[in-house]
Structures are given as structure tokens and as C-alpha cells.
């Protein structure tokens, strides 16, 4: 599995970002995919996900600020990212929804927000 996180960058705090994650190496659309973050010396921890029918589940350090969204067709994965605070910024992932991300990590997008 390959997956790639890209569309991060430097924003001001309440600016707003879309990431996109690219996923090769499986059947995409057979697949919950979630997005992760790490903050340096922490913890990943899952932001968002979507399941094979477009369900989509915040947690709650983005609900109501974010939006997940998936492409069949083009085996990607989106978030939209709004309303952007300092305590966002972190490297953020996308993988599977279980086991907290099982397939190996890829390359991920640093999202910076100034104050």
C-alpha cells in the first residue's frame, strides 16, 4: 500500500486548508480511510475517518471545523480543514480506519498554523 498526504502548508490561525491523500496498492472503495495527526513527540491520533458508504466521523478536537470527503474514482481521500488554531498543526496521515492506521505510513503533510 502507498499512500501520499499532500496540501499542507503555513496558514494563520483561522485560515483554512484542503488535504488531499492518494492510496495505491489496494481497492480503494472496499476501504474505511482515516485521517491521522502527530504532533512531534506525541501520539498519533485519528481526526477523521470515512467508511466505505461516505460515512464520516469527527473527533471532536475537528468536529464542526472539518470536512472528509472520498473519490472513488480518483483513489483519494480529501479533508477540509477550517476555521484553523495553532493546536492543528501537526504532520497529518491518512491510512485505514482500523487498528489505528495498520498499513505502513506514508508520506505525510505538515500543516502549520501561526497565531
Given at each position: 500500500?502507498?499512500?501520499?498526504?499532500s496540501g499542507g502548508?503555513?496558514?494563520?490561525?483561522g485560515g483554512s486548508l484542503r488535504l488531499s491523500c492518494s492510496v495505491s496498492g489496494i481497492v480503494?472503495?472496499?476501504n474505511c480511510i482515516a485521517w491521522y495527526r502527530e504532533v512531534a513527540g506525541n501520539?498519533?491520533?485519528s481526526?477523521?475517518?470515512?467508511?466505505?458508504?461516505?460515512?464520516?466521523v469527527y473527533a471532536d478536537s475537528v468536529k464542526d471545523r472539518s470536512a472528509t470527503s472520498r473519490d472513488n474514482n480518483?483513489?483519494?481521500v480529501y479533508l477540509q480543514l477550517n476555521s484553523l488554531?495553532?493546536?492543528?498543526t501537526a504532520v497529518y496521515y491518512c491510512n485505514m480506519c482500523a487498528g489505528n492506521g495498520a498499513w505502513a505510513w506514508g508520506?505525510?503533510?505538515l500543516v502549520t498554523v501561526s497565531s
Open positions: 500500500v502507498q499512500l501520499q498526504a502548508g503555513l496558514v494563520q490561525a480503494f472503495r472496499a501520539q498519533r491520533e481526526v477523521a475517518r470515512i467508511s466505505v458508504l461516505g460515512r464520516e480518483k483513489n483519494t488554531k495553532p493546536e492543528d508520506q505525510g503533510t
